[in-house]
């Protein structure tokens, strides 16, 4: 469960909280480490070496949903992820797409630590990236990331954001 854990959807707040963090420090070195609500233990943010990853909305648990319902879940949380892209368009221009392919079927190759980071937290959507986005100093080059993930089948689906100091790519594809 994430801190975001019941908040309706709003893109703008989205939006806003990820230009926010571009001008926040990043790690610079280090292990990626999760970060809790003290109270309640959900998550609010993984920091690692040059990132920042946050939940920006989590849906419902589908515990128990199947069939039509399932299918409107998940496309209601597309529409979600189309909504907050269409915004990131608007304001970083067109995105690019690094799938994450190679960390889900290839969790022995080496990945950077976003990747790796982001597959321990079973983030395993494509990430749709913007960057370098303009950041004013002293912050330097950022860039911006943002993926659809779901766990498993009765998991809420979870809208997370990315902040980098570093190009977000695709691993290379090794036999």
Do not use: K
Not at 30 to 53: D, I, N, S
Not at 77 to 102: I, K, N, Q, Y
Not at 136 to 160: T, Y
């Amino acid at each position: 469960m994430t801190s975001r854990r019941g908040e309706p959807f709003d893109p703008d707040r989205a939006r806003s909280e990820l230009e926010a963090r571009l001008t926040g420090p990043l790690p610079a070195s280090g292990p990626a480490v999760a970060e809790g609500e003290p109270v309640t233990g959900e998550w609010t943010a993984t920091r690692g070496e040059g990132f920042l990853v946050v939940p920006l909305w989590e849906g419902d648990s589908l515990t128990g949903v199947y069939g039509p319902e399932w299918n409107a879940a998940e496309e209601a949380a597309e529409a979600r992820l189309r909504s907050l892209v269409a915004r990131l368009d608007a304001r970083w221009g067109a995105h690019r797409t690094v799938s994450m392919r190679v960390p889900l079927l290839r969790p022995d190759a080496p990945l950077p630590e976003l990747l790796r980071a982001l597959a321990a937290l079973d983030c395993y959507g494509d990430l749709t990236v913007w960057g370098p986005v303009p950041v004013p100093p002293p912050a330097g080059p950022r860039w911006v990331a943002v993926s659809l993930n779901q766990s498993d089948a009765d998991a809420p689906m979870i809208l997370v954001g990315v902040v980098s100091d570093r190009p977000v790519t695709e691993p290379e594809e090794r036999d």
